[in-house]
């Protein structure tokens, strides 16, 4: 499916399975699970414009949000789309530009097209300077925004590619850390 996706034949040489992969919750919502630090995002917008980028996130929105759609249907509870952005390896300088601005166009453009796919997001592993004035800013944040946006250490930390979480330990593990920060009443 991804490779019908706008640009795919240049894009899946820089994202692969190893960065990206949607899987399910036990509860039966997708996971979108990406490692953007071990992006070439450099390299990567050297053959794509923003545009081209964000035309491929939202592709990937919109099979979501079908694959969704069919499983509400389906199970009679409305599916939503949990993102668990695992920022290992991610540079507080550097990087490129250009990137960011894709995946922030194309992350508006996918919550205006898509409002009701969106579940919580999962901010994992952030870098130690992040970490600590995300601890220190948290408090101030709305209860809402609160809600929606979890920060944490641990899960998916001791994978060496993101593909891990469909099978095995790993994925046993990262269910139940999903279970934890998200499912937990």
């Known amino acids: 499916v991804r490779d019908a996706a706008p640009h795919a034949s240049i894009v899946n040489e820089y994202i692969t399975p190893k960065q990206c992969v949607t899987t399910t919750?036990?509860?039966g919502d997708l996971v979108y699970c990406i490692r953007a630090g071990?992006?070439?995002?450099?390299?990567?917008?050297?053959?794509?414009?923003?545009?081209?980028?964000?035309?491929?996130?939202?592709?990937?929105?919109?099979v979501n949000a079908a694959v969704a759609d069919m499983r509400s249907l389906s199970s009679d509870r409305l599916v939503c789309l949990v993102t668990a952005n695992d920022l290992t390896g991610v540079k507080l300088?550097?990087?490129?530009?250009?990137?960011?601005?894709?995946?922030?166009?194309?992350?508006?453009?996918?919550?205006?097209?898509?409002?009701?796919l969106n579940g919580p997001t999962l901010l994992l592993n952030l870098p130690r300077l992040l970490g600590a004035l995300v601890k220190l800013f948290t408090p101030l944040f709305l209860?809402?925004?609160?809600?929606?946006?979890?920060?944490?250490?641990?899960?998916?930390?001791?994978?060496?590619?993101?593909?891990?979480?469909?099978?095995?330990?790993?994925?046993?593990?990262?269910?139940?850390?999903?279970?934890?920060?998200?499912?937990?009443?």
């Not at 070439?40 to 964000?54: F, H, K, N, R």
């Not at 979890?150 to 269910?175: C, D, H, N, Q, T």
């Open 93 to 116: 300088v550097g990087g490129d530009a250009t990137f960011r601005k894709a995946l922030s166009a194309a992350s508006k453009k996918a919550n205006d097209l898509y409002p009701n």
């Open 25 to 27: 919750s036990r509860t």
């Open 143 to 185: 209860e809402e925004v609160r809600k929606r946006i979890k920060f944490e250490r641990g899960p998916m930390e001791s994978i060496e590619e993101v593909s891990e979480v469909l099978a095995g330990s790993e994925r046993v593990k990262f269910l139940d850390a999903l279970d934890e920060l998200i499912y937990a009443d």
């Open 38 to 62: 071990t992006i070439d995002d450099v390299a990567l917008m050297s053959e794509v414009t923003p545009e081209q980028m964000a035309e491929f996130f939202i592709y990937c929105k919109e």
